[in-house]
T-cell receptor, first 115, second 113 residues
Framework: GAGVSQSPSNKVTEKGKDVELRCDPI?????LYWYRQSLGQGLEFLIYFQGNSAPDKSGLPSDRFSAERTGGSVSTLTIQRTQQEDSAVYLC?????????????FGPGTRLTVT | QQQVKQSPQSLIVQKGGISIINCAYE??????FPWYQQFPGKGPALLIA?????SEKKEGRFTISFNKSAKQFSLHIMDSQPGDSATYFC????????????FGTGTRLQVTL
């Protein structure tokens, strides 16, 4: 079946603009995660959604970052007033259920460049 | 605060050799330790994972060794092949219902002919 898809694959934006990144998880997966991968860094957890529970936002770096998940499926990560330090690859992952017994399947990522 | 430290940053191994990547963690609540493989332009993919109740897990040419008392774990790739050239990330989570992963900084492996 189809894997996790993300769009756009690349996004170039000017400093100060808002951007929206989209994630389509694997159908039926209830858990959805956003991570950020900066050059030379590992992956940094941003936010986690599970069903109708309140999301775990503990990894969001500032209040310029927000995310939502509509209908328990598609998720959108929004970055307001982008800064150059926001440049990174944003990765989405989904898993069938929450908990470490379940593999997280990653999408190909969105490469964001803020000029 | 970096909770998972990974080394080396890069590694060059000849075909047929053994590749070894090491990780150390700080949070004793971690109870799940996966390794991810990432090719350029792709998302990471789970390679192999271990829980702290065992000291070693082997899947094909890939082995995880785990030392709970030292809070260290390592990935060994036996008979390394050029197709293994990729970036490898160790990670850890503390399970439960919020299994967000804490990743190491990655090791870029190059296997030469």
């Amino acid at each position: 079946g189809a894997g996790v898809s993300q769009s756009p694959s690349n996004k170039v934006t000017e400093k100060g603009k808002d951007v929206e990144l989209r994630c389509d998880p694997i159908s039926g997966h209830t858990a959805l995660y956003w991570y950020r991968q900066s050059l030379g860094q590992g992956l940094e957890f941003l936010i986690y959604f599970q069903g109708n529970s309140a999301p775990d936002k503990s990894g969001l770096p500032s209040d310029r970052f927000s995310a939502e998940r509509t209908g328990g499926s598609v998720s959108t990560l929004t970055i307001q007033r982008t800064q150059q330090e926001d440049s990174a690859v944003y990765l989405c992952a989904s898993s069938p259920l929450p908990g470490s017994s379940y593999e997280q399947y990653f999408g190909p990522g969105t490469r964001l460049t803020v000029t | 605060q970096q909770q998972v430290k990974q080394s080396p940053q890069s590694l060059i191994v000849q075909k047929g050799g053994i590749s070894i990547i090491n990780c150390a963690y700080e949070n004793t609540a971690f109870d799940y330790f996966p390794w991810y493989q990432q090719f350029p332009g792709k998302g990471p993919a789970l390679l192999i994972a271990i829980r702290p109740d065992v000291s070693e897990k082997k899947e094909g040419r890939f082995t995880i060794s785990f030392n709970k008392s030292a809070k260290q774990f390592s990935l060994h790739i036996m008979d390394s092949q050029p197709g293994d050239s990729a970036t490898y990330f160790c990670a850890a989570s503390n399970g439960g219902t919020a299994s967000k992963l804490t990743f190491g900084t990655g090791t870029r492996l190059q296997v030469t002919l």
